[in-house]
T-cell receptor
Framework: SAVISQKPSRDICQRGTSLTIQCQVDSQVTMMFWYRQQPGQSLTLIATANQGSEATYESGFVIDKFPISRPNLTFSTLTVSNMSPEDSSIYLC?????????????FGPGTRLTVL | GDSVTQMEGPVTLSEEAFLTINCTYTATGYPSLFWYVQYPGEGLQLLLKATKADDKGSNKGFEATYRKETTSFHLEKGSVQVSDSAVYFCALSGSGSSNTGKLIFGQGTTLQVKP
């Protein structure tokens, strides 16, 4: 399995500001995913980020609020823009290492965001 | 669209008790099925998976069998330990023409094991 790291591990932010979360994989991967886990809830996919193309967003998520970069095959960032308390969640990145659509996804440790 | 439904928690058991967490799914085609575990304060870890009907996934004493006829993937363990206390998520990968590689998660079931 891959080693997936995220930075920061947690942060407390003021409303109206933005936070960029980094995700680093220790091997080259095609597909990376960003999920949100609201307090006490399950995981919801925000977007899929493939290197060399625009991220694909799920219903309810927009690029202006959650811009994503994917500059190379081992790295991606998710920005949470103009934050409000409702954005307080754990944000997780994941990847399916072999690139197949049904392959196992491995998750980073998550970024715990609190917005005041 | 595809969906996953898990039994509601929390589930509270005594150590060495038998565990079942129910999971049923709705999907067109033949999804892969997964159980993930989230220990307190940690990220998600893959517990086990099954990729086709009648497959049995197993790991750390946990088992789940892919039952296409009942569209189920129930998680079982014969004797739970305090260290198994965690949140368990059932998930499927999208199937057929809707397969984009994403995972669809159930709502999670909290398991608390008491000594």
């Amino acid at each position: 399995s891959a080693v997936i790291s995220q930075k920061p591990s947690r942060d407390i932010c003021q409303r109206g500001t933005s936070l960029t979360i980094q995700c680093q994989v220790d091997s080259q991967v095609t597909m990376m995913f960003w999920y949100r886990q609201q307090p006490g809830q399950s995981l919801t996919l925000i977007a899929t980020a493939n290197q060399g193309s625009e991220a694909t967003y799920e219903s309810g998520f927009v690029i202006d609020k959650f811009p994503i970069s994917r500059p190379n095959l081992t790295f991606s960032t998710l920005t949470v823009s103009n934050m409000s308390p409702e954005d307080s969640s754990i944000y997780l990145c994941s990847t399916n290492l072999a690139g197949g659509l049904t392959d196992t996804q491995y998750f980073g440790p998550g970024t715990r965001l609190t917005v005041l | 669209g595809d969906s996953v439904t898990q039994m509601e928690g929390p589930v509270t058991l005594s150590e060495e008790a038998f565990l079942t967490i129910n999971c049923t799914y709705t999907a067109t085609g033949y999804p892969s099925l997964f159980w993930y575990v989230q220990y307190p304060g940690e990220g998600l870890q893959l517990l086990l998976k099954a990729t086709k009907a009648d497959d049995k996934g197993s790991n750390k004493g946990f088992e789940a069998t892919y039952r296409k006829e009942t569209t189920s993937f129930h998680l079982e363990k014969g004797s739970v330990q305090v260290s198994d206390s965690a949140v368990y998520f059932c998930a499927l990968s999208g199937s057929g023409s809707s397969n984009t590689g994403k995972l669809i998660f159930g709502q999670g079931t909290t398991l608390q094991v008491k000594p």
